[in-house]
């Protein structure tokens, strides 16, 4: 089996990747939604936009309200 982030052959302690550096990238790519499944349905966009606009603020956020 190779790595899916380099093709190197994989090391059982970070299989299935080939080191901690190539799990660590793929978690960068997790994390900052590299890969995320597109969706196509409507649901899912009005529970992100209520989602958005419920989420707590942090102090001097320049949240939607904050922009006109």
């Known amino acids: 089996m190779s790595c899916p982030i380099c093709a190197k052959t994989t090391v059982q302690a970070y299989r299935p990747f080939c080191s901690r550096r190539c799990a660590d990238i793929d978690l960068g790519k997790w994390m900052s939604g590299q890969y995320a499944v597109p969706s196509q349905d409507e ?26």
């Open 43 to 68: 649901d899912d966009a009005d529970e992100l936009i209520d989602a958005l606009q419920n989420a707590p603020r942090e102090e001097g956020d320049a949240g939607p309200d904050k922009l006109h």
